[in-house]
């Protein structure tokens, strides 16, 4: 028998050491490989900011670096950015998923068109084109934990009244009935597409309501309460008259509305991270989603004028409490 017909038919388990160690290496610089998806190469195209609004993204950023455990690469995208240096800039380095932050963020990348899938966040809204094509989470909280708080603060309330604009909402529309019904509320909701037909709209609602049996939903949304004088004369008749109101604005808290439910950055990165994860191992469908990553402020004076009692256990659960001690 020759020495060839004598190596064993098996490799030895040195031998096969190599093979796995060698197999292991390829199956690492296969692309898209469930190995490469341990350690996402995730790209965030963001908008570069200043103060308070370069925070949010510092806080998204951070928080998407918290469950994605893959190699983050920032973007920061000036108001009138080089398209074409952009465009160079993603391609010299693989990327497994871009994660576009606000709305520059988005138009940014709609223009690039990387190869790689797209997810969205840190935006109210998207157009009708970007949801049907884009994975995203708004800012906007989840319409069952606000009225699940509202039954909790005010277990009173039977009907709460929006102002919405369809453009900009009717993916929200939707989920606010379910969690009304849900939470055995009325939802009574009317549309404006500018701010003088939601003023118009508000002072009918305003009129309508009934103290202690009805409530009123202010969305964070500049063509429903941009209106500085608008926002006055609504909590001011809310204060005079005993309603309530409640908003996804903590600045509106400030104001005297009894609370809002606002979007924790940090929460949302952390989702959007989980969203990178599943996209690179099967997917996301498109399509726009509330936050259930949230925040709470309370404006305990209005509590009290409205004569809500709110225990101590509750107060502990909030984040921001207003006025400020």
């Known amino acids: 028998m ?71 690469i920032p973007l920061a995208v000036p108001p009138k950015p080089d398209l074409e240096a952009l465009q160079q800039s993603i391609e ?32 109210m809204s998207m157009s009708e084109a970007d949801m049907e094509t884009y994975p995203a989470i708004s800012l906007l909280p989840q319409p069952s934990l606000l009225f699940r708080r509202l039954h909790e603060l005010a277990p009173d309330i039977q009907r709460v009244y929006l102002v919405y604009n369809p453009t900009r909402h009717d993916w929200l529309l939707p989920r606010a009935k379910a969690a009304a019904k849900q939470e055995g509320l009325t939802l009574i909701a009317r549309p404006a597409t500018n701010i ?27 063509t429903l309460t941009g ?26 808290v400030r104001r005297g509305a009894l609370f809002s439910l606002y979007a924790d950055k940090q929460g949302l990165g952390r989702d959007l991270g989980h969203f990178a994860l599943r996209i690179v191992h099967k997917g996301v469908k ?23 009692r709110i225990s101590y256990q509750q107060q502990r659960q909030f984040n921001l409490v207003f006025p400020r001690p």
Request: net charge positive; charged share 20%; glycine share 8%.
């Open 92 to 123: 010299r380095q693989p990327i497994d998923v871009v994660i576009a932050l606000g709305r520059r963020g988005i138009e940014t990348a709609r223009a690039l068109q990387p190869k790689a899938p797209v997810i969205a966040g840190g935006l």
């Open 196 to 222: 003088r037909s939601a003023a118009r709209l508000y002072r009918e609602l305003v009129g309508e309501m009934k103290p202690g049996h009805d409530a009123l939903w202010l969305l964070q949304d500049s």
């Open 2 to 72: 020759s020495p060839a017909s004598k190596r064993p038919l098996y490799p030895r388990p040195a031998d096969a050491r190599h093979w796995v160690y060698a197999g292991l290496l390829l199956l690492a610089l296969w692309p898209g490989s469930a190995v490469l998806a341990v350690q996402p190469r995730i790209m965030v195209i963001y908008p570069e900011a200043k103060g308070g609004y370069a925070i949010l993204f510092e806080q998204i950023i951070s928080g998407i670096e918290e469950t994605a455990k893959g190699i983050i």
């Open 227 to 252: 209106d500085t004088s608008l926002l006055s004369y609504l909590l001011q008749e809310a204060w005079q008259r005993r309603l309530l109101i409640f908003s996804s604005s903590p600045a509106h």
């Open 286 to 308: 498109p399509g726009l989603r509330p936050t259930s990553e949230v925040n709470i402020a309370v404006n305990l004076r209005t509590a009290s004028h409205l004569g809500l």
